[in-house]
């Protein structure tokens, strides 16, 4: 392989050297935020949700922020590899006039288009996303607690220092100023909301069923970084207060995946459905076996080998580290070798916006390259499907 790199968690590893990995494999698949880079993953998954996945039936968790939520929640559209294609080229084709002697355009005018932009995207077929057979969505924003409760222009710059001094301190103590909000799918029965596939002990956590009227506003949300985009104020059916961008919380998905009971349940509903006339004994050691190996693995389409867990912890490189939480985790990743073959040597990111100015066709040019090559980490991932081989997987 010379585009794509895999990293494993220990008990990722194990299960890879003696089983390869099967679409029945995948309990989980977290999105990262990230803005642009996102697009790098485009054909990989197309692979995974329009090709590999649907060879399974077990239900798949699908956790996001930011670009990361909106690829997810595209995922559970009928079609998800015409629809993540469109994805790619709405994303591509974005364009945000900047006025006069600015370098940027104002956060009004990009909330304002991005969300007629996301009206248009999902028109009619919201009740796909939350209602997908198979799909259990996650959507992560992060809501604001006192100063940043409300969007001001004294209290907000503010109250985001006081964030960042905090979290430099303990990961915990950003919880004084922002919370976890995860908007998750519509079930029936208890709760009547998709349980929360990781734990929730590491950070200030809220969950809210997602509804069609509450997801665009959830979606915006979760893409809305500070200063760029306006804050979307008091969502229907959560609590009140501002709302912006999920990787303020969750940049990497660094979550305490916990798949073993949700294997457990969906092993024991296939044997149910099938009839199976084995011994009481005999099924719960088949459950027990296959709950290690259908449904307990978290496959992370990623854009870097390193799993960060907030926003703010992107200069903390001590927080970039593997931790016990990764155990069960794939991550798919492009080779930073790779990556100096693309326009300006690098993944398209944010400051791509600022480089090319008013410059759309170029810059469009350059990310559409960057994503046709990105083809070759798709290609790459299916051939090592086939013939797995473990010289090609290093620790995570």
Sequence with gaps: MRALRIHAGPHALAHLAEHGLRPHDVGAVPAAAGGPKGLILGPL?????????????QPVHLVGASIGAWRMATACLDDPEAALQALEDAYI????EVPPGKKRPPAELVSELFSQNLQTFYAGRVGEVLHHPRYRLHLIAARGRHMLGREHPLATPVGYLGAFLSNALHRKALGAWLERVVFSSPMQGPGGVAPLPFGTADFRTRQVALTEGNFRAALQASCSIPFVLRAVPH??????????????????????????????????ARADRAGAAASSRTQSDAADGDAQKCAGLVLYPHFQRQVVPGWLDKALRWRHKSTQ?????????????????????KLPDRQDFVH???????RMRAWQAATSAAQQLADEFAQWLERPDMRQVSSL
Aim: some cysteine; overall charge negative; charged content about 20%.
């Design 356 to 362: 090319y100015g008013h410059d759309l066709p170029g």
């Design 45 to 57: 998954d197309r692979f995974i949700f329009g090709q590999w996945l649907p060879q399974s039936r």
């Design 93 to 96: 084709r974005q364009h945000y």
């Design 235 to 268: 969502i229907d059916g959560a609590p009140r207060g501002a709302y912006w961008d999920g990787g303020l919380t969750d940049y990497h998905m660094h979550l305490q995946f916990n798949l073993h009971q949700d294997a457990m349940d969906n092993v024991a």
């Design 325 to 345: 939480a990764l155990e069960s985790m794939i991550v798919l990743c492009p080779d930073p070798e790779w990556v100096k073959t693309l326009p300006h040597a």
